[in-house]
């Protein structure tokens, strides 16, 4: 697989959020860091991601959200 993305951060399935049209996936990344990320529902079944799965998160500057609580 080739991407454009030069940000690819590998780590595994933390927890699965699952709502009526989005999932929210929390990957952990080595070193206990956490990031999030919204899918589609479709998105996440047709990956057959689970809690525990090894997953490759891509980050292109012109796509990263920022929140504060």
């Known amino acids: 697989m080739k991407l454009s993305a030069r940000n690819v951060l590998k780590g595994k399935v933390k927890s699965i959020a699952t ?3 989005n999932t929210e996936i929390v990957i952990e990344l ?4 956490e990031i999030t990320s919204i899918i589609t529902k479709t998105s996440a079944e047709s990956m057959n991601l689970k809690v525990g799965s090894e997953v490759c998160a891509a980050l292109k500057a ?3 959200m ?3 609580d």
Not at 30 to 33: A, Q, R
């Open 66 to 68: 920022i929140a504060t």
């Open 62 to 64: 012109s796509n990263v």
């Open 19 to 21: 709502g009526m049209v």
């Open 30 to 33: 080595p070193g206990g860091t």
